[in-house]
């Protein structure tokens, strides 16, 4: 075999692992459609002793669902840790299990126990205030140990699901309460295996000759490799500068409901608020895949909703309605108190709406690229009791990708 066609073969190889590469992530975006999520949570026993001993009682049931339906996925091992303020206070393991394409699974958990706390001044004041009202923020970590195989291609994946609920304590007075699920979100890490051929191209003379062709022949594959990248580069940039172009914008909010008591710790609150997403794009449609609200006062996180997913079309205006109510703690800072004063005497509150999106782009007949891009969204908007809007002041939206 002449060098040259080495040289041919060689440089085809490159492509070839390219193109590998691209159908692994490909692969990883797939395995990252695996959802998470908790369908019930009861909470019969969770108080603090004299000695700091933690004594609780927990039950949760969680569906793990695989909407792919190209292969499934073996979970060697799950471990369950809860946490109560970044503290964990029992964890639990199940046994490996398969599950299938477009396959859902029910998982149940049970934390029964006691548990060594120390809490700090700070933490055993807001732990407090959450045993006033009997409902505790509690967060639920998995650890996974998965694989999928498919061909000669192996895929682990060792991801971290992290869930936030917020558990009222169950007893006889208090049992229609229900549990409320701030969110679960999955942290993922990959270790790719490939079967990589190597190939010896080592000729017995004329090696000078023989290394100035490799030389040569490992410059072009560099070049036409160099050449791949910087185009999908090129069309990267491009679908960032075109998402860029996506407006988001409130028109309208009303608040009929947002007082404190408990010395200012116990939020109450009623709030809707109206927002338009502009996509000015002539040929890229836009999946929302999820769309996360959180409602904020003062840095503080008092509520979270997840909207209809929903497809939008080139250059369309579409309107989305968030309503926020209910109560939750909240401990405002003390470098912000005399703002809420202030707001309490005009009746105009400064508010924020933070959203977490997932969103894939349409070009023909195609979808491709998922972008996960964190919107702001702050304005003022006074209490009326009428509910009608009164809608003051938008004070502008941030887009970070």
């Known amino acids: 075999m002449s060098r040259t066609k080495k040289c041919i073969i060689f440089t085809i190889v490159i492509i070839v692992l390219i193109l590998i590469s691209l159908f ?6 797939m395995t990252r459609k695996l959802k998470f999520q908790v369908n019930n949570a009861n909470l019969t026993q969770f108080n603090l002793t004299d000695d700091s001993q933690l004594l609780f009682q927990l039950s949760l049931n969680m569906t793990v669902k695989n909407p792919n339906r190209g292969f499934g996925v073996f979970f060697d091992s799950i471990e369950v840790a809860v946490l109560y303020q970044g503290i964990k206070f029992s964890n639990v393991s199940l046994s490996p299990f398969y599950q299938g ?4 699974s029910s998982l149940n958990f049970r934390f029964d126990g006691q ?5 700090d001044a700070k933490q055993l004041a807001v732990f407090t205030l959450e045993q006033l009202v009997d409902i505790f923020s509690i967060k639920v970590e998995l650890r996974l140990h998965m694989r999928v195989k498919i061909g000669f291609i192996r895929i682990k994946l060792n991801p971290k699901v992290r869930c936030g609920l917020n558990l009222p304590l169950i007893s006889h ?12 979100f999955t942290l993922d890490k990959f270790s790719i295996y490939l079967f990589i051929f190597q190939f010896n191209i080592i000729p ?5 000759l023989t290394m100035a062709r490799s030389i040569w022949c490992l410059l072009i594959s560099v070049i036409i490799a160099f050449a791949i990248s910087f185009g999908g580069s090129l069309l990267i940039l491009w679908l960032i500068f075109i998402t860029n172009k996506i407006k988001f914008d409130v028109t309208d909010a009303i608040l009929t409901q947002f007082n404190f008591t408990n010395n200012d710790t116990q939020l109450h609150y009623n709030l809707g608020v109206f927002f338009t997403i502009r996509n000015p794009n002539k040929q890229i449609g836009i999946y929302y895949d999820t769309i996360e609200a959180t409602a904020m006062y003062k840095g503080q996180n008092f509520d979270t909703r997840l909207l209809t997913p929903f497809y939008q079309g080139s250059r369309t205006t579409s309107l989305l309605k968030g309503r926020f109510q209910g109560q ?3 401990v405002i800072p003390n470098n912000t108190v005399s703002e809420l004063k202030s707001e309490k005497l005009s009746g105009v509150y400064s508010i924020e709406v933070k959203f977490r999106l997932s ?6 007949l195609y979808k491709f690229i998922r972008v996960r891009p964190k919107v702001g969204c702050g304005f003022q908007v006074p209490l009326t009791s009428s509910g009608t809007s009164s809608f003051q002041n938008a004070i502008g939206c941030d887009v970070d990708y």
């Open 24 to 29: 692994i992530l490909w692969l990883m975006t």
């Open 101 to 104: 394409q477009e396959g859902k």
């Open 115 to 119: 548990q060594l706390m120390n809490l």
């Open 173 to 184: 007075e208090r049992s229609l309460f229900r549990f409320r699920i701030i969110g679960c």
């Open 204 to 208: 017995k003379k004329k090696k000078l």
């Open 328 to 330: 939750r703690v909240v």
């Open 359 to 364: 969103w894939r782009l349409k070009l023909g």
